[in-house]
């Protein structure tokens, strides 16, 4: 600030120099706000969240949807594919972001509380110190999974606050293989995560319509989009190699002498991914399946 007194009380030249500097520091925080604006989404992404929100009948008329919104690459980008879709499907659905702040270490995800605000879209930000809380309550679980249920809670119940019956969770076929190669290793059970299915007390649908996508899709979009990606700087993350990060890894390094690895992964996941289906969808999709396998007349 005495750096700009200075620059204002001098010559005309310097006085400009204030202005300009002036002008940046007041607008710092409204750059988001005066910039922003949804991003087009690359055609492949779009095409490929688009057969699996058909396939397994995630979005329907009416539906108000709650994005679980993490500020990382996968959930940006789900949230920019939301509002194309919402402008050009032919149903017509409404949808909001969330996000649990766990107030721990370096991870801060505020920055994209004066995006969404840009975005003029609907959002809850909810701070929750998760990282106390595990200290004293969280027994012999892991952190990450002591967290992901807080979250979790937090996101079913500002849904049910505000009237959403859907959430919708930014999970991509990457971390459904990891899971697959996780509960096959060390859990003895051939199960991934779910594309769509109904919470335990019946009152919300969870869907993920990231399912056939490829995390180097997202990041590609992301990086070109240039949005505003928050680290993920968890301390409890990153303080030892997790066996995700090991699945990752293997993955990665099949797929280098196997091209099409992730096409014959997702063949054998897409039977996983159908469990849970509601009852409802289940009969959509079967009977979607028998018109165009009908023959013609």
């Known amino acids: ?28 925080t409204c750059i988001f706000r005066c910039m922003s604006k949804f991003a087009q989404p690359p055609k492949t992404l779009l095409r490929q969240t688009g057969r699996a929100l058909m396939d397994f009948n995630m979005i329907r008329q009416g539906d108000r949807v709650l994005l679980g919104l993490s500020g990382g690459k996968d959930s940006l980008s789900l949230l920019h594919i939301l509002h194309h879709f919402q402008k050009h499907a032919p149903i017509d659905f409404e949808f909001a972001a969330i996000t649990v702040d766990p107030m721990a270490g370096d991870f801060d995800p505020s920055p994209i509380i004066p995006y969404l605000e840009s ?7 909810r701070r929750e110190a998760i990282m106390d809380m595990a200290r004293e309550h969280m027994g012999k679980n892991s952190y990450c999974a002591f967290c992901s249920r807080i979250k979790r809670g937090i996101i079913y119940s500002t849904a049910r606050e505000h009237n959403f019956n859907v959430i919708a969770l930014a999970q991509h076929l990457d971390d459904l293989a990891e899971s697959f190669l996780m509960s096959a290793f060390f859990g003895g059970k051939l199960k991934t995560m779910k594309a769509h299915y109904t919470n335990d007390d019946g009152d919300l649908r969870i869907i993920r319509p990231l399912v056939y996508a490829r995390e180097r899709q997202t990041s590609d979009f992301a990086r070109q989009a240039e949005l505003p990606i928050i680290a993920d700087s968890c301390p409890a993350c990153f303080s030892m190699p997790t066996q995700r990060q090991h699945m990752k890894e293997l993955l990665a390094a099949e797929e280098k002498s196997n091209k099409l690895l992730f096409k014959s992964l997702l063949s054998t996941l897409k039977p996983l991914m159908r469990e849970g289906l509601p009852d409802e969808s289940q009969a959509v999709i079967e009977e979607i399946h028998t018109v165009h396998s009908s023959p013609g007349p």
């Open 1 to 28: 600030m005495a750096l700009l007194s200075k620059l204002k009380a001098g010559t005309a030249r310097t006085s400009n120099l204030y202005f300009i500097f002036h002008y940046v520091i007041r607008s710092e």
């Open 119 to 125: 975005l003029n879209t609907e959002y809850h930000y």
